[in-house]
């Protein structure tokens, strides 16, 4: 079992810090004290992250390309169109009355409301779960919820300042860095998440076969995406056994 040190950020604390007012000063902040621990530790840097901590992440790799080995994105949206303003406005307009419902509606029906969007839907395998274990991972997943209410307001101004229409499209940037020498890119999207699938399949597609040398001289594939069967968006909370076991892969060493 190797040593791992992990640095794992609050969003919703570091969203009230006033200095903070977008992902790519969140991700500077955040890779001076990584950058710190690896020169101390001496190791490879792996980075992780899920729907705005995955944006996080494809921050942070791009403003320090060499500090990563690699990245694995759950459900991650790489960006809006930049040409696109419409669409930006758009969501902006929709996070905005988010913010607005997290600062001023009931607890519960907010909650509620948010977890009926369409794309946060279980999956099929999820609800397909019989007995206590389907009980217990709905009763925790409603208790971390209820316990989000002490952070309605931090969550409230995380839509405002991490907005996706605030945000550049990355997805040349990220294939770029996965195509630097030793680095790899994994995405994981839930097949029953189709708008997040279809964007990723869209996204990488054209580059799932690309592989280059790594230093030992031996083929790597650098850019992989993972479809999780009968996963929804929340593979995190859904099917964390797969999310393991796409971890330990990695962490085992580049596949050839």
């Known amino acids: 079992m190797k040593s791992l040190e992990v ?39 792996a980075i992780v992250g899920y729907s705005l901590g995955a944006r996080l992440a494809a921050h942070c790799v791009l403003d320090d390309p060499d500090l990563y080995s690699w990245a694995l994105l759950l459900s991650i949206n790489p960006g809006l169109p930049a040409a696109d303003m419409d669409l930006r406005r758009e969501r902006l307009a929709n996070d905005l009355v988010w913010s607005g419902r997290l600062r001023s509606d009931a607890w519960s029906s907010v909650c509620e409301a948010w977890n009926d ?71 994981m999207t839930g097949t029953d998440d189709v708008k997040f699938s279809e964007l990723t399949s869209q996204w990488l597609a054209p580059w799932l076969f690309g592989a280059v040398k790594n230093q030992s001289g031996a083929e790597t594939e650098v850019v992989r995406h993972r479809l999780v069967l009968g996963a929804g968006h929340r593979i995190l909370n859904e099917t964390p056994e797969d999310v393991v076991s796409e971890l330990s892969s990695l962490l085992s060493g580049p596949q050839t």
Do not use: C, Y
């Open 7 to 45: 640095v794992a950020p609050d969003l919703s604390v570091w969203a009230t810090r006033s200095e903070v007012t977008d992902l790519e000063s969140f991700a500077e902040a955040l890779n001076a004290k990584v950058r710190k621990l690896s020169t101390t530790r001496g190791v490879p840097v």
């Open 117 to 187: 969007q369409s794309v946060l839907k279980p999956g099929s395998r999820f609800m397909a779960t019989t007995g206590k274990k389907a009980e217990t991972r709905l009763k925790e997943m409603n208790e971390n919820i209820r316990l989000q209410e002490g952070r309605r307001e931090a969550w409230a101004r995380g839509l405002e300042i991490w907005s996706l229409a605030h945000q550049r499209d990355l997805r040349k940037d990220l294939l770029d860095w996965a195509f630097q020498s030793d680095h790899r890119l994994t995405v």
